[in-house]
C-alpha cells in the first residue's frame, strides 16, 4: 500500500505577520507566512495559538528540568 503525504494547496489559510493579514493561498513568501489553518477564523487566531503553543511548551521544558 502507498502512502502519500497530504500538501497544502491553495485553498488553505495563512496568517501573515508583517501586516496582520488573513489569506487565502500561498501569497506571501514562505518566511512571512504561518499555517496552514483549516479555516479562516483559525488564521485570524494565528498569533494566540503561537503564544499558547509556546507556553505549553516551555511549560513542558520547566517540568523535564525539574
Not at 500561498?26 to 504561518?34: A, Q
Not at 499558547?52 to 521544558?61: E, F, G, Q, S
Amino acid at each position: 500500500m502507498k502512502h502519500t503525504m497530504a500538501m497544502s494547496d491553495d485553498n488553505d489559510w495563512y496568517f501573515c505577520p508583517s501586516d496582520h493579514s488573513v489569506r487565502r493561498g500561498k501569497e506571501s513568501r514562505g518566511l512571512d507566512r504561518m499555517g496552514p489553518y483549516p479555516s479562516k477564523a483559525a488564521a485570524e487566531q494565528a498569533l494566540e495559538i503561537a503564544r499558547a503553543r509556546t507556553k505549553a511548551a516551555d511549560d513542558a521544558d520547566a517540568r523535564w528540568e525539574e
